[in-house]
């Protein structure tokens, strides 16, 4: 059996990446392995539902219908809903990078983020996604995630960053058991050698973690003062969590 157009549709839709938001239907053929009439037709199809748009120039970028549909469906809405006071008030502390992210495929998804003119450097960005290993958030999240998602990351490969980031099973499994043992990730240098993130899990009403909140802030001494500060807030966000009941995420 062919391949279905929604399969095609949806090949052309992950095309685009949040380093590179604007494609020609050139690039999007090239990229999908779609022969190029194809790809223009579905794209004008997309495009006169609104899922895409198109640029004066004609090139094509993520359509605003698409953006709506997906926030009004998503299962984590009212996470990032509840935890958004609890953000704003660390960030007020920290004057740097603020962020709430969860596991999503074996990565780590971040849902929102705030920060400041000025502020530490941070690639992560609203809807971008690191591998576990090597960020605060994904430690925490991969510490308290399923046994066989730690394995498979286990495995390998463990690719690095700066020189501190962790690229051996021995010290990722070790570093996930004093995640587990002190309630937090301390990551000094491991993504940018300037920045040092620090989490802390957010759970929901039956006390699973659900999310990672977490700060990048300067890669220097002070930075040990922040950790009580995200600690506290997580624990705001997850009591905010359980007592909207038992929908959880879905709320």
Not at 76 to 97: I, K, Q, Y
Not at 174 to 183: C, D
Not at 195 to 223: E, K, M
């Amino acid at each position: 059996m062919g391949e279905s157009v929604l399969s095609r549709a949806v090949r052309i839709l992950e095309a685009f990446t949040p380093d590179e938001p604007v494609l020609t239907v050139s690039e999007i053929s090239r990229r999908t392995g779609l022969h190029l009439a194809t790809a223009s037709r579905l794209v004008a199809e997309l495009t006169a539902h609104g899922f895409l748009a198109r640029d004066a120039d004609r090139r094509v970028r993520i359509g605003v219908r698409l953006w709506e549909l997906g926030t009004r469906a998503s299962p984590t809405l009212s996470l990032r809903d509840t935890a958004m006071p609890f953000m704003e008030g660390v960030h007020d502390v920290v004057g740097h990078h603020v962020q709430i992210g969860v596991l999503d495929g074996g990565e780590v998804l971040f849902l929102e983020r705030l920060s400041a003119p000025g502020a530490v450097v941070n690639y992560t960005r609203i809807a971008g996604r690191l591998p576990p290993h090597v960020s605060s958030s994904g430690l925490v999240l991969l510490a308290h995630g399923p046994a066989d998602l730690q394995e498979r990351v286990l495995a390998g490969p463990l690719p690095a960053y700066t020189r501190h980031t962790i690229t051996t099973p021995a010290l990722l499994r070790s570093t996930l058991a004093a995640v587990r043992q002190q309630g937090y990730a301390y990551c000094p240098g491991h993504f940018h050698e300037d920045a040092l993130g620090i989490a802390a899990p957010v759970r929901d009403g039956g006390g699973g973690v659900v999310a990672a909140l977490s700060v990048i802030v300067p890669n220097d001494a002070g930075a040990a003062s922040v950790v009580p500060v995200v600690r506290t807030a997580a624990r705001g966000i997850s009591r905010a969590m359980a007592a909207r009941g038992p929908r959880g995420l879905t709320g």
